[in-house]
């Protein structure tokens, strides 16, 4: 079986992370705070984060936080905002798990969607536009910028650079979702100013299912959402959430409604505040003192997980980036070079503006989802087909609401997989014209 | 006595090969299907061309692509689809909504389809 959607989830894994993931399960298992045994197991933990730190561009590694991945992640930073999601700015390319979380934080708003264009890049001078429009109008302040780096329908990747420096202009706070740029094109979160950020660990980062996890940034006024033990300090059962502000009785948790809220909600919404509290609460700057007591790492984490996940972006950083992101480049040019030569077929995008490792096509007179069932039972090739859990792109770049068929490569992909790709679809394609 | 014998034994080969339905799954890609209801339904042995042009009795445009590498088949209207590919012992069904008569009478046509053979020519795209 020839694999091409490793947008889904990467395959195969390096033999270090099946070893890893192994050894893991037999060994005395990592201790996370609660014991002294495994101490190789907390090992691997801070190993995991410095290797992330290097891949991600994060130099404070102890505020990268594993979660089960990041879908996760993006519901629980979304919500340690504290803000309305009309309060949000995200885009016409993004994911479920950006687009889902806000547009189910506040009933009856929904965030500002920048558009893309048909390759599914965003424009600064969209955002800067929204942005100044938004700060002359009588419109709920935009507090909030959250995208994906890349697209997981067309590969095209985002100037994160110069759009976190523009929402930081108008006062925003900047999340970026990493989950398909993560291990196989270059992040610099500190860099480019990135207040939060959250990553999976099974995609181009080669670790397994159910590992992922998130950064803060230092001061960032992201509160914790979720609590639990954290093996540390057990006695205590609250946090303070900000600087005191005359608008909070002291030591509140703002996580109830006021009454007079309450009951006219269909359900509860305990993480979406009143205008009169989240405005004193969130617009305050986070006390980086009192930052540093709330923890966002609770229950027990997924050793053997993260083990693995060591090992794999410890490969990674071996195999080198840069390497890595040249020889996938390779492939997805020499795919749209070719395809674009069978005809009926039709590309979304050009290796000129999409430089990530996925890329999506059609053929003419046939669904996408019966061009990816026939490259699967009838040539044994795993493509992913429809809309990828990116709702909103493809009423941009001319997809329409079947979608397309996506191919994503790996670092494993090779010649002969994309040789046995394009004799498939030239004869897919000859077939029905 | 001799011809008697020889239908018998064609009747046999004939029972024998049969294929019939086991049982339905829901779609191993459901998601392929846009919004559609997808069952997987497996089958007691990989379809054979007369399985699949017996198929085109349910009804609706039957496209049947012979020239790939696996001949694909797809019958389509505007409240179910289905489709497959020669030699697997499965195929894919998907409804517009959760029918369950629908899907009964493609189980019920599977089992109790007749002998008529359509091996002979077929519908191309």
């Known amino acids: 079986m020839i694999y091409l959607n490793n947008a889904a989830t990467s395959y195969p894994k390096p033999q270090c992370v099946q070893k890893a993931y192994a050894a893991a399960l037999a060994a005395l298992p990592a201790g996370q705070f609660r014991s002294g045994a495994g101490n190789d197991g907390d090992d691997s933990f801070n190993l995991c984060k410095k290797n992330l730190g290097k891949l991600l561009g994060i130099a404070d590694t102890q505020r990268i936080y594993f979660t089960s991945g990041a879908t996760e992640s993006l519901n629980l930073l979304i919500r340690g905002c504290r803000r309305r999601a009309s309060q949000f700015v995200t885009t016409a390319q993004d994911h479920n798990s950006v687009l889902r979380p806000l547009f189910n934080l506040t009933p009856g708003e929904e965030p500002k969607i920048l558009p893309c264009d048909t390759f599914g890049l965003v424009h600064p001078k969209d955002l800067e536009q929204l942005l100044a429009h938004n700060r002359q109008s009588r419109e709920n302040p935009l507090k909030v910028l959250i995208l994906s780096h890349c697209s997981n329908v067309t590969g095209a990747v985002q100037n994160i650079r110069d759009l976190s420096r523009i929402a930081k202009k108008y006062g925003l706070l900047v999340i970026l979702d990493v989950s398909q740029s993560a291990g196989c094109l270059e992040v610099r979160a500190d860099a480019w100013g990135i207040d939060a950020l959250a990553f999976t660990g099974h995609k181009s980062l080669l670790g397994v299912q159910g590992t992922g996890g998130m950064y803060i940034r230092r001061g960032a006024p992201v509160f914790p959402v979720k609590f639990g033990g954290t093996g540390r300090d057990s006695s205590r059962l609250t946090y303070p959430l900000a600087a005191a502000s005359p608008d909070s009785p002291p030591g509140s948790l703002p996580y109830s409604l006021p009454d007079s809220l309450s009951g006219s909600l269909p359900y509860s919404l305990p993480y979406s505040l009143p205008d009169s509290l989240s405005g004193s609460l969130s617009d305050s700057p986070m006390d980086p003192d009192l930052a540093d007591t709330y923890e966002y790492e609770t229950g027990t984490g997924n050793g053997p997980g993260i083990a693995a996940l060591a090992a794999a972006t410890g490969w990674v950083l071996e195999k080198r980036l840069s390497a890595i992101t040249e020889k996938e480049y390779a492939c997805i040019r020499t795919l749209y070079e070719n395809l674009g030569t069978i005809p009926g077929v039709k590309l979304y995008g050009d290796p000129k503006h999409n430089h990530g490792p996925v890329m999506s096509f059609n053929i003419q007179g046939m669904k996408a989802s019966d061009v990816s069932y026939i490259l699967q039972n009838s040539y044994g090739i795993v493509t992913r087909c429809g809309l990828h859990c990116a709702p909103l792109i493809h009423g941009h770049i001319g997809s329409g609401r079947d979608g397309t068929v996506r191919i994503s490569v790996s670092w494993f992909t090779d010649e002969s997989d994309l040789n046995a790709l394009l004799h498939a679809v030239s004869e897919l394609s000859a077939a029905v014209s | ?125």
């Open chain 2, 1 to 125: 006595m001799k011809n008697i014998q020889q239908n018998n034994n064609a009747n046999q080969k004939k029972e024998k090969e049969r294929i019939v339905f086991v049982r339905r799954i829901p779609s191993r890609e459901r998601c392929a299907e846009s919004g559609w209801y997808a069952w997987d339904y497996l089958l007691s042995a990989p379809m054979d061309q007369a399985f699949i042009m017996r198929l085109k009795d349910l009804g609706g445009s039957f496209v049947f692509l012979h020239m790939l590498k696996k001949p694909f088949f797809k019958l389509e209207s505007d409240y179910y689809a289905l489709k497959g590919v020669l030699g697997d012992d499965f195929f894919r069904v998907a409804t517009h909504e959760d029918n369950e008569v629908l899907l009964k009478r493609v189980e019920n046509f599977i089992n109790g389809a007749d002998d008529h053979d359509h091996s002979e020519g077929h519908d191309e795209a």
